[in-house]
């Protein structure tokens, strides 16, 4: 990782009209400098300078992680000891040339650091990050779409190995095990793994149980790892023998919704408008009150980021962003569907960056 986004974030600061940025453990200090922290009681915090002075106050018994990381090469160390108070250290390197007048604070840094860091700086008007950091994220470089293109074909490769894991007399939870032995196989982490069989699957953040598979399931199969940093994350529906009435017309209903919104992504498109695209074809067909979420979400160093695909989002996407795909149907104590995929926005359109099958899936 070479400096330039730590270039490109401190312009952003200076844009902003702030001082410094604050930015603890999170995806944030990965994208930045590419370490890993651990969120603890212990504080570790970058703080990036409008200048693009560059220091990360951490404990002295974590610096040689930050230092095996590569940290080192791009941002000055400031290794604490157990007995300092880490929050002056901050202050410290702040008030160099006086206290600043505004800082931006990444949006997950512990409130306990960023209402002592206030204490600290009480002529300090303190920000949230995400105004000044989002922008530069939520556009991959052609590096970072080549590692979400390699990470779909990984899940990919997943999910092509499903059919003969669904088994009547197995668990979700059994399933689970192997699916996540599978995925580190292709990956470096496990990001999540959700089996929602028969009446589980109505729920869309489910994840395992002891629930036993049988046949006349439909079963949701949502998946995602990490690899070289990057999330994958995908969805596809799976019968064990007979599928339950109705679910096939559904089904149809679901992968029709899928398609069009799709088809409108293109570099410009609103947000709203996509998500609408798949929401209508589902409440023409009925169900358009068991379709409970939003239709996407950016996809990058972390499952979840912008943009989101949601009817309340109306900032236009741009070549270069990656989100999901992903109407879903859901009926209450029978069962669930879902269809996702990960596209990038090309500079004429929408390229898919997954590939597997989107019709139902018979498994067992």
Known sequence: MDNARLHAAA????????DALLVGPSADLRYLVGYDAHAMERLTLLVLSADGDAHLVLPELEAPAARASGAAELVELVAWTETEDPIAVVQRLL????????????????????????AALPGTAFRASGPVLGPLRIIKSPAEQQALRAAGAAIDAVHAAVPPLLRPGRTEAEVGRELSELILA????????????????????HAVSDRVLAPGDAVVVDIGGVRDGYCSDM????VIGAP?????????????????????????????????????????????ERFIHRTGHGIGIEVHEDPYIVATNTTPVAAGMAFSIEPGIYLPG???????DIVLVTGTGVERVNHRPREVLVAG
């Open 11 to 18: 312009g952003a600061i200076r844009d902003a009209g702030l």
């Open 244 to 288: 339950p009435e109705r679910y096939a017309e559904l089904h149809a209903v679901l992968a029709s919704a899928q398609e069009a919104a799709v088809r409108a992504v293109a570099p410009g498109a609103i947000p709203a408008e996509i998500d609408r695209a798949a929401r209508d074809v589902i409440a023409d067909a009925g169900y358009g």
């Open 186 to 205: 292709e990956h470096d982490e496990v990001a999540f793994v959700i089996v929602g069989s028969g009446p589980n699957g109505a729920s869309p953040h």
């Open 235 to 238: 969805t596809r529906n799976y």
């Open 95 to 118: 008030t160099r040339s006086g206290e600043p007048t505004a800082v931006a604070v990444s949006d997950r840094l512990y409130s306990v650091f960023t209402l002592r860091l206030q």
């Open 334 to 340: 029978r069962f669930g569907m879902r269809i996702e």
